[in-house]
């Protein structure tokens, strides 16, 4: 298709110069309509819309199974920074949980320890982060195979820190 675009004349209507102009028409249409289909192929596989149940997903994961300290309170203050990729303030995050001083000061804390937030200092403001061990909730269209990596990483961890215990231990 880029060939044709380079193509000498076909004849005295066909452009103003030695190249086809029907060529490079022709190209740009079949490039234009590459990009279109790969903007609707992502949209359909991100599905941006249905992002407050992933998370809400992901967050009950957290409580229940994994009982890392997250709650499902955090679901609107993450959705809105997953919405407006804006930094939201720790008091104002807190505040949005609904959740009391202590407990939402937990929840801040095992969501950034978890990934679910990032944050440049101790203090600084947070904004919406995407942990590896929650792509199979957030985008499980686009990256199936991350609950099968995350397995990897872990026991490959598990199994160096085992050797390393038993090198340890070794008289």
């Known amino acids: 298709m880029l060939q044709a675009a380079v193509e000498h004349r076909r004849g005295d209507l066909d452009g103003r110069g030695n190249l086809t102009q029907a060529g490079l028409i022709d190209w740009i249409h079949y490039t234009l309509d590459v990009c279109i289909d790969q903007v609707e192929f992502m949209t359909k596989q991100?599905?941006?819309?249905?992002?407050?149940?992933?998370?809400?997903?992901?967050?009950?994961?957290?409580?229940?199974?994994?009982?890392?300290?997250?709650?499902?309170?955090?679901?609107?203050?993450?959705?809105?920074?997953?919405?407006?990729?804006?930094?939201?303030?720790?008091?104002?995050?807190?505040?949005?949980?609904?959740?009391?001083?202590?407990?939402?000061?937990?929840?801040?804390?095992?969501?950034?320890?978890?990934?679910?937030l990032a944050s440049d200092s101790a203090y600084g403001k947070l904004r919406f982060a995407v942990p590896r061990h929650a792509l199979r909730f957030y985008f499980p269209a686009l990256w199936p195979e991350a609950e099968q990596d995350e397995a990897l990483v872990q026991a490959k961890s598990s199994t160096a820190l085992r050797g390393a215990v038993a090198r340890k231990n070794k008289p």
């Open 46 to 116: 991100l599905d941006i819309n249905g992002m407050r149940d992933r998370i809400e997903a992901a967050l009950a994961f957290e409580a229940s199974a994994v009982k890392s300290g997250v709650r499902p309170e955090a679901l609107i203050p993450l959705h809105y920074l997953f919405a407006t990729q804006a930094e939201l303030g720790r008091a104002e995050f807190k505040a949005m949980t609904g959740l009391g001083e202590r407990i939402a000061t937990e929840t801040v804390s095992s969501l950034v320890r978890r990934g679910y």
